[in-house]
């Protein structure tokens, strides 16, 4: 072993903060594990392949090992070693055998390589969890790197974009640009090709206000789909919560991803990371040993009671993170706080929320972790999105989040779909969604915005696959199909899957149009799945969680095809109307109970023939049609109101125009999307619908005085 030029032994150095921190003249080192009895630090070459030094921890201050190395800095590339019981039995998986990741660390150096030298015990040997294996895993594992987080940020400002004026766009890093043509090859699928102004520009002639990035946290490959060839493409298997993904920076520096989040503030719109803090790529009791598992299992996850050797698992991974356990929760917290602060992101979108919200064993809005973040002054001020369900016994929690949460609306989904496929019975609950979904989310002073609406997201089929196949085609995936929701309210409208039929495809543009109008017009904040403004398709998959291919890859070619272009052009009309509109983007729930003007409330229900809807009628599953007006008294006196006709019939129908008659403008058709606003004749009482069709008219309310 080749000595480097530090000293034989660390100082003292300080047990705050966690990780790695240079301070100009050398590093401390700061790991937390409450029941290790020694942490080494291990310093590689500048690749990470030869070890050069071993250092042991020398001090031990409220369950923090620490120690400083002078002369080190910014490049040094290190693991850490801990000793301490193998005891599965009582939770404790220690090995010191098994080099590990520092939780806290700030950038990784290599990759994965499967082995079965990554096991705390010995695989496949029959007697899991007691098999103790003496097998180096060094070579197999990434390493941390020591960074300088100083970044030039100039008169970088948040958009801070208010909640009610949002509209986010979710993508894939890497799928968003990986074939774009007119960006250099080495830079596609990065943040250097994020912050290209033709992807910035894009963005902003749809009207996007935020991009929702997939996790681009430090992901770990799953060994069952390297195994096939495949990849774990989403990033849902963090290995790494303080590191950008080292793929998706084509400098190999963070301050790659620093520069694009500073470009796309500079264009006004705000960065949302999805985050998943749930559980880590570590997997179950039978999976490697990278980080936290070895540095203190009993501390870091969820472990059953009766049998400490198990994993509680509430995420379907696995795994469960403790974030009941304080020094669990400060790591969370303190990742958090470093892409807000370091990195400058406006908002985070948490996977699995339900989660990172149980308390022993159920789901409490109370919950620390949720305590944590409401009143922290950094982190409060942030957009934050829940996915408000895990798939642990009583994990669906949809509207159940603590105030100062959006969260993703699923039955704003299903209900959206199954009404545009022409189900029965989706009148009453499609109310509900569009006017926010106030039964669900209207409590403890919650607004409309705090409800996502949206018709398709990474997780299922994508806008255009919803209207062209009935079943999912997972089995590229290599699990049989069995794997992805078989509930997609989908519907192929007359063939499976890509068709030359003109009456089909003009069928199928019709409700495409129909559900994403809905998605922005209603109450709410509207998320739009990257490249459904073109029609991308996944093919049928549902689940293409594994397929970093030209599966999930945008196909901006297909983009510019005169279909693909107009419904961009489609979705890019109905945001500027929402961003055009006031009273399509409320801030304040309506509730049907103010009289804004003689007949008129602040939102009424009608059927096609202008009546206001009776509770039989509400009950009766073979009415398909619906009318929604809207109206708001803006602060110059005037009380517009939009009117919605939606007609999810295979018929054109003739709706007949709601009391009180005021000059309205046809602003949207969504059977005619090419055709201009233009005004309602004044002599006309009734509207056409077209089959499949939303149809939007406006009333200025110049014509109703206080």
Known sequence: MTRPPYPDVLLPGRDRPLGASWDGR???????????????????????????????LPEYTDQVWHGYLPEAGPGTVYGLRAFGPYAPEHGHRFNPNKLLLDPYARALRGEIHWSDALYGFRAHSGAEGFSYDRRDSAAFVPKAVVTDEAFGWGDDRPPGVPWPDTVIYEAHLRGLTMLREDIAPSLRGTFAALADPRIIDHLLRLGITAIELLPVQAIGQDRFLVQQGLRNYWGYNTLGFFAPEPAYLASGLGHEMRRAVRRLHVAGIEVILDVVYNHTAEGSET???????????????????????RCLDVTGTGNTLNLSHPRVLQMVMDSLRHWAESYHVDGFRFDLAAALGR?????????????????????????????????????????????????????????VRRFWRDDPGQRPELAARLAGSRDILGHAGRRPWASINYVACHDGFTLADLVAYERKRNEANGESNRDGSDANWSRDWGAEGPTEDAAILACRARVRRAMLACAFLSEGTPMLLGG??????????????????????????????????????????????????????WPQYRTGRYELAPGLRDIDWFNEQARAITPEEWNNPEVRTLVLR??????????????????????????????????????????????????????????????????????????ITP
């Open 630 to 703: 809207r109206a708001a008294r803006l602060p110059d006196g005037r009380v517009p109101m939009v009117t919605m006709m939606l007609n999810p019939t295979g018929e054109a129908r003739q709706f007949a125009l709601p009391p009180p008659r005021l000059p309205a403008r046809l602003l949207l058709d969504t059977a005619a999307p090419e055709a201009a606003e233009r005004d309602l004749d004044p002599a006309a009482h009734e509207v056409t619908v077209g089959a499949h069709a939303l149809v939007l008219l406006l009333s200025d309310g110049s014509e």
């Open 359 to 415: 308390e022993a064993y159920d789901f409490d809005p109370g919950a620390g972790f949720f305590d944590a973040i409401r009143q922290d002054p950094v982190l409060s001020r942030l957009k934050l999105i829940a996915e408000p369900w895990d798939v642990g016994n009583g994990g669906y929690r949809l509207g159940q989040h603590p105030p100062g949460f959006a969260e993703w609306n699923d039955r704003f989904r299903d209900t």
């Open 26 to 56: 050398g590093v401390n080192f700061a790991v937390f594990s409450a029941h290790a009895e020694r942490i080494d630090v291990c310093l590689f070459d500048a690749g990470g392949r030869d070890e050069t030094g071993r250092y042991t």
């Open 532 to 585: 459904d403004e073109f029609g991308r398709s996944q093919a049928g998959n549902n689940n293409p969680y594994c397929q970093d291919n030209a599966v999930t890859w945008f196909d901006w070619a297909g983009a510019a095809a005169p279909e693909a272009r107009a419904f961009t052009d489609f979705a890019a009309r109905l945001i500027a109307l929402r961003r055009a509109q006031p009273v399509l983007r």
């Open 287 to 309: 999976g490697p040993t990278l980080s936290w598992r070895g540095l203190d299992n009993a501390s870091y996850y969820r472990l059953a009671p009766d049998d400490p050797r």
